[in-house]
């Protein structure tokens, strides 16, 4: 730990030194550069509850509303690691919600945080492990939708000390999946420690996409003859625009909306497509779609809704390349067809149900990926593998209990109080 906390306090100077470049670049303000230090004002006693990001805080939204039933009088302060994460939770409208950006994991700025807000309770979705976080939070601490993957336990096991003691810090902890749940037991989480296997993205509810551009671009795009590539990351993007140019031979009408888990690579791929000589349009600088774009560069955060309900085909990305698949709950629940690569470990046990039974199309590669799409063309295949993956991620990942659960520990940990 204390190796742990010379290393962060090295680096501060450096991660300050970017964090001041983005608010005089104008991506962040002075205020969010308060709020990730530590500032920001509060309302002492409320529950915290931490999320990376969009994903992260989507899943996490039928939880806050069932704690919000659950305990008419609880306060709550959501925090976020990203701008457009915070501003999704401010979206909700919330009355007794509120959205900061999270502390830097340094124990001043989370002891100018706990000054402020004096949290409850923290919860902690996912995999935002930060070990000051978790060490020094007085109050109890939960965590949600835990996931460790056979790489993470490994480098985690290099660190025994520093895992225990992080570990140890969990009232609760409820794994994604079985092996998550091992892996956190090997690494010295109690066994009495560990809850029900599930995830809230089973229970994920999508906004509702904006009309005015649901119409003006569903006017261009039908919803047929069009595929979105979905959180694609570097090394991804090649194959799916290979595909589509070959698929594209035999159906002139199909229409590719192309939107990265990182919207700030738009430039690279806008180069890319330049390249291939493919018409497309930006959305990050306010271009819009036409009869001739063949692809629409959605290069944003916080409108994946709207992507999914234009497009009757979705590839999943963080598939072709090592980052463990993205969900498959977001395009079902939007009734879009899901096809995605061979490294879905992140969602597996989902994956694998939809692929056994016709929910989902896995292809290796870019060949495969052009025959799911020829094989996807009509409306009548589209629309019946998403019925098929709606009725099976209905039946494997209902999330009501596992809320049920976790809101009867977090009544149970603030009575203790």
Not at 47 to 75: C, F, K
Not at 81 to 108: I, K
């Amino acid at each position: 730990m204390l190796t742990y906390r010379i290393l962060l306090s090295l680096a501060f100077p450096f991660v300050l030194a970017r964090l001041c470049w983005r608010v005089l670049r104008g991506r962040e303000t002075v205020a969010d550069l308060g709020e990730r230090l530590g500032g920001g004002g509060g309302r002492p006693g409320a529950v915290w509850l931490h999320g990376a990001s969009n994903g992260e805080l989507t899943s996490a939204r039928p939880l806050v509303l069932a704690l919000m039933e659950a305990l008419p009088d609880m306060q709550m302060v959501v925090t976020a690691n990203t701008v457009t994460g915070r501003d999704l939770v401010r979206g909700w409208g919330l009355p007794r919600v509120e959205a900061r950006l999270a502390p830097l994991d340094l124990r001043w700025a989370l002891s100018r945080f706990r000054r402020a807000w004096a949290p409850s309770l923290l919860i902690v979705m996912e995999n935002e492990l930060w070990p000051n976080r978790i060490v020094t939070e007085t109050a109890p601490v939960i965590c949600v939708g835990a996931r460790m993957s056979a790489r993470s336990h490994r480098r985690w096991s290099r660190f025994p000390a520093l895992a225990a003691r992080l570990l140890g810090g969990f009232r609760r902890l409820w794994p994604q999946d079985a092996a998550s749940g091992r892996h956190f037991a090997a690494l010295g989480l109690p066994e009495d420690r560990l809850g029900a296997i599930g995830t809230l993205k089973s229970a994920v509810e999508l906004a509702d996409p904006d009309p005015g551009l649901l119409l003006r671009y569903g006017a261009v795009y039908r919803r047929t003859d069009t595929v979105l590539a979905a959180s694609t990351h570097e090394g991804e993007e090649d194959i799916v625009l290979a595909a589509f140019l070959a698929v594209l031979r035999s159906r002139p009408g199909l229409r590719l909306i192309l939107a990265p888990r990182h919207p700030k690579r738009g430039a690279e791929l806008a180069q890319m497509l330049r390249q291939m000589e493919l018409r497309f349009a930006r959305r990050s600088v306010g271009e819009e779609p036409d009869e001739t774009t063949a692809v629409y560069l959605a290069d944003t955060l916080g409108e994946m809704p709207l992507w999914y309900s234009l497009a009757g085909v979705t590839f999943v990305g963080g598939s072709f390349v090592a980052r463990g698949g993205h969900t498959p709950f977001e395009p079902a629940a939007a009734g879009s067809a899901i096809v995605h690569g061979p490294d879905v470990s992140n969602f597996e046990g989902p994956y694998a149900a939809l692929d056994r039974t016709g929910g989902a199309m896995a292809v290796l590669d870019g060949g495969e990926l052009t025959s799911a799409l020829l094989r996807l063309s009509t409306a009548e295949a589209q629309e019946a593998q998403a019925a098929r993956a709606r009725e099976i991620l209905d039946e494997i990942g209902s999330s009501g209990a596992l809320i049920a659960e976790i809101t009867d520990e977090v009544r149970r940990l603030l009575g203790e109080r």
